[in-house]
């Protein structure tokens, strides 16, 4: 019988174990070790959600690096109606640096989109995204993820850093909504 949690209101039951997430992050840090031997990238995970998968991943990276985490904020500019997005916290200089952005999950692929855009402003030699998980069937932008951990159908899930209004993120294993 599979493992059921309640978070605030709803229930949630376990759709990836802490194992095979474990295995995952293994498997795409191996990549990212071979594929940038000789270079020194620069992570960026992006807050809240991808908290957890960052600290797993980056004890498995055994080339030189380092690690930032940012936060996408969006607000109005001073007399234009766009809405324009930074990064904020990225307190380190990425001129002319490979990156790495790591996030928790990637839906519709906008979030992405637009930090792609934000960040090659910031004159980075490359930019790479690793992903925890994929919903292939919410996407709506063309996006080249070079690091999957895993793909997902196009439920709503939390833990291992992804909420549900706030709570549910301190768990060790993936859960998926109950119908
Ligand atoms: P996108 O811009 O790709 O549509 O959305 C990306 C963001 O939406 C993620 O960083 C995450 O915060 C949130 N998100 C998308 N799907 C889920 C989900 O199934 N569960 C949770 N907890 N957050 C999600």
Redesign the pocket.
């Known amino acids: 019988m599979s493992k059921i949690i309640q978070v605030k209101d709803k229930k949630f039951a376990v759709s990836i174990p802490e194992e095979k997430i474990q295995a995952e992050v293994k498997r795409v840090a191996a990549a990212i070790n071979r594929d940038y031997a000789g270079q020194e990238p620069v992570f960026l995970a992006?807050l809240n959600?991808s908290f957890v998968f960052a600290a797993d991943l980056m004890r498995e990276i055994d080339i030189p690096c380092e690690i930032s985490f940012v936060r996408l904020a969006s607000y109005q500019g001073m007399g234009t109606t766009g809405e324009i997005r930074e990064i904020m916290g990225l307190n380190v200089d990425v001129t002319g640096r490979p990156v790495i952005i790591v996030?928790?999950?990637?839906?519709?692929?906008?979030?992405?989109a637009h930090m792609l855009d934000t960040l090659k402003k910031h004159n980075p030699s490359s930019i790479d995204i690793c992903t925890l998980l994929l919903?292939p069937g919410?996407l709506q932008v063309s996006l080249d993820v070079r690091y999957c951990c895993m793909e997902i159908p196009n439920?709503?899930?939390?833990g291992y850093g992804?909420?549900?209004d706030g709570y549910g993120r301190n768990t060790k294993d993936i859960y998926t909504l109950c119908d």
Request: no cysteine.
């Open positions: 992006v959600g996030e928790d999950i990637v839906d519709t692929g906008l979030t992405m919903k919410k439920d709503f899930i939390v992804l909420d549900y």
